[in-house]
């Protein structure tokens, strides 16, 4: 990304809020008080809006469309501050800006959401209402609730084009949806078939292998034992043998014979069809052909060899359920076996499971292990951890499924994705991702685009009917977006929400209609997103893009990291460590919310975040506003404070500022063109408030009572002014109320469209800002002594200053601006040059080749002071001594937790550098 330095005439509009008049601010800073007001300003007057203008250079950025369901999150909070920040830039150097606002229509959580009132309100289920009322009442929840999230991005400041926003179900969005699943099924990559599926059987639907979590839960390995056909086994046999060891296949006499087999799903059981054992373990081999009887049911079930057997996990023998595990359903393609579905959508055991037909899937398997177990076949059970399948969508335990659904072939797709992040035409911020990407798309499997839902875009299949106007799957199907034949019913489930969101970046702008607006505004610039949504979303619209336009559908990929909480914990309800943004906004101002986030947004790094850190916002808020009335007070109303002097004739101070403002701005562009913004605001931030605020304004200041001169007012507001726009992006709200305090403006000339600041080699001296830098380490090493001494920083002091030999250009200097020493140090009496020899009983510190001294002698209680540095070097040596006791003890290194031993050596780390700085004080005065 480049940030080019050209600006485009835009018209401005008619009228402008009444700005408050220049001269002075309140002390504390409002944002309630003006947040609303400027925002209203800019989407009444057009700012946000975009329109196709060859004369300008487009500049594209889809929001990541939230869910319609969905309330403002610490995570929108902070891709949108990022976001608009790169807009805002754009806008101001004159880039024709789309930032395209949306939301996604989000098929499950958004039926679960209608459904759950629906029972809470009414009492009913979707059934109960059948599916086209039950469909208009998630329109009517849409329409009343669904625009919250939006309304609320509003607050935070987002300057999307509002007028454009779009809804992957309104009409267009839901045309371009259709087409691109019948031109899929055209080109041979959508295919329909009873396969194995992730079933949600809380939602009562499939779902693609990203809406799956495996977490780690514990559990239990159970050894069960299968006996063998024809072991002639009784009753008694069985109880006799039931404690005893496993001997499959031992010819002795005695016990009958079993296969023992350990799983971890008990009820799965039910739909065994084969025993599998790997064709080199010598301890199964002879039985490979051999029959086992399926306990409690005695259904017969084949033993067969498969090299993907595992001998050392369990028994080595696995029990194959193809209906209910993938590896299963792999094992049974291959070797023929019968498909026997014992769950019902539902998750509860369908007639398949004999005795155990409606119960729930994991009240069977307690039932199942308890009649196992006085069977006589249930071994010994383990305590077990292993991952288990959980739906993102609604936390429960999903279950493999043989299910018929609709597929998209993905590797077609993916191979030009592949090739485009690889050649470069799409780079990854930071560079790591694009590995996890390739890792994804070079083993990608098809994608289950099917979902058992009403809400959502329904698949434009027709089938045929009989007469009683039920489907006959006799004579196929017709893949068409309009019915082709009276009487055809169309496929009653919808796509999943993905198929519809991998094609934002194009059919929000007209696709598959040739529009102006797609072909200025696509390919877009830049997407920003969280890599939670790197497979879910990401990925499917580069793939989406190359199908659909045979172009990328974006340059580069900001992926930044997610918010997690103090302690490094996801956020969630359940934990309680939320962050509302709205609450820190209504605590601490929309400005100081995005100044934090983008702060904090290191790339490449998760932030762990507290509401106590957006305080460090506020506080540079205020700063921010409170600097003004430095010179503020002293400008007149409706006056333009133009600067009149060259750069050569502006003393050394103002030319020190101007040589840190152009090298920020410099140095920001590398910055902003590499996607860090946090850099980039972070050099903003010391550039104004450590330099313009601490450093500038305080020797601007004329002495109390005094008038502060025109032309010093002029370079003030003149830096000042440049300040503010480079801040805008990241604090629009302050920014733009300052703005029109600094000088009279014509109506509409706001600061959201002003022009960016560029870097000037003119107002640069590198010289005179080293000497000013010399100077400042000078100044601020008094302030320190005095500091470390206890004298209070306004007392008059003598200070000397040994310079090195061939240094008369810095001596000049020091002896032309000893206002700054006094001014800032409070030095009266100051001596400079090569000869000067160190005064008695003073304290130094040593800048470049230059030693600067300050007696102390009559500032201070020699002996008093010597007196207190001993006491405290003592107690300072004491603590040091307990931090290096606890450090030494190698129970407590070894087993405390790392954290904890950090924080002790960093305690050690302080205070020796604590005792260093004290004994050569102590030194000082000797």
Request: glycine share 6%; hydrophobic share 35%; charged share 30%.
């Amino acid at each position: 990304m480049t940030f080019p330095d050209s600006n485009a005439e835009r018209p401005m509009p008619e009228s402008a809020p009444t700005p408050t008049s220049q001269s002075t601010t309140a002390t504390a800073y409002e944002p309630s008080a003006i947040e609303d007001k400027w925002y209203a300003y800019w989407e009444d007057q057009g700012f946000f809006r975009a329109e196709v203008n060859p004369e300008a250079t487009p500049h594209t950025i889809m929001m990541p469309p939230p869910n319609v369901t969905g309330e403002l999150h610490i995570g929108h909070a902070l891709q949108d501050t990022i976001q608009d920040a790169i807009t805002r830039i754009r806008r101001m150097q004159g880039d024709e800006v789309l930032w395209m606002p949306g939301l996604d229509h989000a098929g499950i959580a958004t039926q679960n959401v209608v459904e759950r009132k629906l029972r809470d309100a009414e009492g009913k289920t979707r059934h109960d209402l059948g599916r086209e009322p039950f469909v208009e009442r998630v329109w009517d929840w849409k329409e009343e609730y669904g625009g919250i999230i939006l309304e609320q991005k509003r607050k935070l400041g987002d300057s999307c084009d509002w007028s454009r926003q779009r809804f992957t179900m309104d009409e267009g969005f839901t045309r371009a949806v259709q087409e691109v699943f019948v031109q899929l099924y055209e080109d041979g990559l959508i295919y329909r078939g009873n396969y194995l599926v992730n079933w949600d059987p809380e939602n009562r639907t499939a779902l693609s292998d990203e809406e799956v979590d495996n977490v780690e839960r514990k559990g239990h390995l159970w050894y069960i034992r299968y006996p063998l056909k024809d072991s002639a086994a009784t009753e008694d046999d069985v109880r006799a043998y039931r404690d005893t060891p496993q001997r499959a296949g031992d010819d002795s006499a005695g016990p009958p014979q079993y296969v023992t087999i350990a799983t971890t799903r008990p009820e799965t059981m039910l739909g065994d069809t084969a025993i599998a054992v790997n064709p080199d373990d010598a301890r199964y081999q002879h039985l490979v052909g051999e029959t086992a009887v399926l306990p409690l049911l005695g259904r017969e079930i084949p033993i067969i060899a498969d090299d993907y057997i595992e001998s050392a996990f369990g028994t080595g023998a696995l029990k194959v359920t193809p209906a209910h595990d993938e590896n299963d359903f792999q094992i049974g393609k291959k070797h023929d076996l019968e498909t026997v579905n014992i769950m019902n959508p539902d998750g509860t055991i369908n007639e398949n499971g004999g005795p155990y037909e409606g119960l729930d899937r994991f009240a069977a398997r307690e039932q199942i292990v308890e009649d196992l177990e006085a069977e006589g076949l249930l071994e010994k059970v383990e305590d077990y951890e292993n991952k288990v399948p959980i739906s993102s969508r609604s936390g429960a335990v999903i279950e493999p499924l043989i299910s018929r659904q609709w597929f998209v072939k993905m590797e077609p797709l993916a191979e030009p994705a592949i090739e485009a992040v690889r050649e470069g035409d799409i780079q990854f911020y930071p560079e790591r991702w694009a590995n996890e990407y390739f890792r994804w798309m070079e083993n990608i499997r098809d994608w289950c685009i099917s979902r058992q839902l009403w809400w959502g875009h329904r698949i434009p299949v027709w089938y045929y009917t009989d007469e009683n106007g039920d489907i006959d799957e006799s004579k196929g199907y017709v893949v068409s977006i309009d019915q082709p034949e009276d009487g055809m019913v169309q496929e009653t489930d919808v796509l999943d929400t993905w198929f519809s969101s991998w094609l934002w970046p194009f059919a929000t702008l007209g696709w598959p209609e040739e529009t102006e607006e797609l072909d200025y505004f696509y390919p877009t610039n830049v997407l920003v997103s969280g890599y939670d949504i790197l497979f879910f979303w990401i990925a499917r619209m580069i793939m989406a893009g190359y199908y659909c336009m045979d172009e990328k559908p974006y340059e580069d990929i900001f992926i930044t990291g997610m918010v997690k909480d103090e302690q490094g914990r996801w956020m969630s309800k359940s934990l309680g460590n939320g962050i509302d943004p709205l609450e820190m906004v209504d605590q601490y101002g929309a400005d100081a919310t995005r100044f934090t986030l983008t702060l904090l947004c290191a790339q490449g790094q998760d932030i762990k975040l507290a509401p106590s850190k957006f305080e460090m916002g506020r506080n540079f808020a205020n700063k921010i506003w409170n600097a003004f009335n430095v010179f503020g007070q002293f400008m007149e109303p409706g006056k333009n404070y133009q600067r009149q002097r060259s750069f050569d004739e502006l003393e050394l101070v103002e030319q020190w500022m101007l040589h840190r403002l152009n090298a920020t701005i410099e140095a920001i562009e590398d910055d902003l063109s590499r996607y860090r913004l946090n850099e980039a605001i972070n050099k903003i931030y010391d550039v104004f408030w450590k330099d313009y605020c601490d450093w500038y304004l305080e020797l601007i200041k004329p002495p109390y009572g005094e008038a502060m001169e025109d032309e010093t007012i002029a370079l003030a507001v003149e830096i000042y002014e440049t300040l503010v726009q480079l801040l805008h992006p990241f604090m629009p709200f302050i920014t733009e109320e300052l703005w029109w305090k600094l000088r009279p403006r014509e109506e509409g000339a706001a600061c959201i469209v002003s022009d960016w600041p560029t870097a000037s080699t003119d107002a640069m001296d590198p010289t005179a800002a080293d000497t000013f830098d010399t100077i400042q380490e000078m100044i601020a090493g008094i302030r320190s002594i005095k500091s470390d001494y206890g004298v209070a920083l306004n007392k008059e002091i003598d200070a000397t200053i040994r310079l090195p030999r061939a240094a008369d250009g810095l001596r000049d200097a020091i002896d032309a601006h000893r206002r700054y020493f006094e001014q800032l140090a409070g030095v009266t009496g100051l001596t400079a040059g090569p000869d000067q020899a160190k005064p008695k009983a003073s304290a130094s510190v040593v800048v470049g080749r230059s030693e600067v001294h300050v007696p102390l002698e009559g500032m201070i209680d020699l002996d008093q002071e010597r007196q207190r540095l001993r006491k405290e070097i003592e107690q300072k040596e004491d603590f040091l001594q307990g931090v290096e006791r606890k450090l030494q003890n190698k129970q407590f290194v070894e087993k405390a937790p790392d954290e904890v031993v950090e924080r002790e050596r960093q305690k050690k780390r302080d205070a020796t550098a604590e005792l260093e700085r004290l004994r050569a004080n102590l030194d000082d005065l000797s």
